[in-house]
């Protein structure tokens, strides 16, 4: 389990920092200050769980019911980060109605997180 969370963490990261790029260097003329910078935050979480899957593949290691977290942040940066990109890209404002459902993934992944580390 640790190996496949540092490779899903590993390409997640880097995916995070070409989003990043696209939206600073190719996004900045043509989006408005609103769409540019929900697509910024949707690639700051991104980077964030991606780091925190990889710190997820050690915790899975040491404490039983951790690897269920890396599972919750992949899905909270699907459709959290997945709803923010495609909101800044399309400008389809019900993807903010999405939004929140990703942001429940990471939220329970860390109170799932925390359980873990007290519990074992």
């Not at 951790?66 to 923010?84: D, E, R």
């Amino acid at each position: 389990m640790e190996r496949l969370f540092v490779g899903i963490g590993s390409i997640s990261a880097l995916l995070a920092v070409a989003a990043g790029a696209f939206g600073a260097h190719a996004l900045r003329q043509r989006l408005s200050p609103e769409m540019l910078n929900a697509f910024e935050i949707g690639a700051r979480y991104h980077m964030y769980h991606s780091l925190a899957i990889i710190a997820v593949a050690w915790a899975s290691t040491r404490w039983p019911g951790a690897g269920m977290v890396g599972w919750l942040f992949v899905a909270g940066i699907v459709v959290f980060s997945g709803s923010l990109y495609l909101l800044g890209l399309t400008g389809q404002r019900w993807l903010g109605a999405v939004t929140p459902l990703g942001g429940l993934g990471f939220l329970f992944g860390w109170l799932v997180l925390a359980w873990s580390a007290v519990k074992a």
